[in-house]
């Protein structure tokens, strides 16, 4: 393959690991992740809760792992996105480069744009 045309393959690759036509955000979205702390098994970290980000690519839509859990089937399936995020915004404290980021696969009900976030109370800072 010329360079060329390497170029040209390169730029016609999509993000997307599987189908997700239905997707609500597109790489490059500010997001935040929704600061909510029901019960049950959640696949979501508590510690990235609240936490702002980008969307680094679409994975595709897959069942929903939260009701897989429990025995159900996980339809409809969920649009897994992976989210950039600064280590400094996620470690308060973090004393790497300014540089360094965690990136995370969530599912798309657990984000919400960057400027419409509301972030409640921490349930363990209510006491």
Same mark, same amino acid.
């Given at each position: ?33 929704? /600061? ?8 979501? !970290?508590? @510690?990235?809760?609240?936490? +702002?980000?980008? =969307? $680094? ?24 996105? /992976? ?8 470690? !308060?404290? @973090?004393?790497?480069?300014? +540089?360094?980021? =965690? $990136? ?24």
């Amino acid at each position: 393959m010329t360079p060329g045309k390497r170029g040209q393959a390169l730029t016609k690759l999509s993000s997307t690991y599987n189908p997700a036509p239905a997707h609500r955000f597109n790489v490059g979205d500010p997001v935040a992740i929704k /600061r909510s702390f029901p019960p049950g098994h959640r696949r979501t !970290p508590y @510690y990235i809760r609240g936490k +702002r980000g980008v =969307i $680094e690519r679409i994975c595709g839509a897959f069942p929903n792992p939260e009701e897989l859990a429990y025995g159900f089937d996980g339809e409809p399936r969920k649009v897994l996105y /992976r989210v950039r995020f600064a280590q400094s915004h996620v470690w !308060p404290g @973090y004393g790497g480069p300014a +540089r360094d980021i =965690i $990136e995370m696969e969530i599912f798309e009900h657990w984000l919400e744009p960057a400027d419409r976030a509301v972030e409640p109370a921490d349930p363990d800072e209510t006491g």
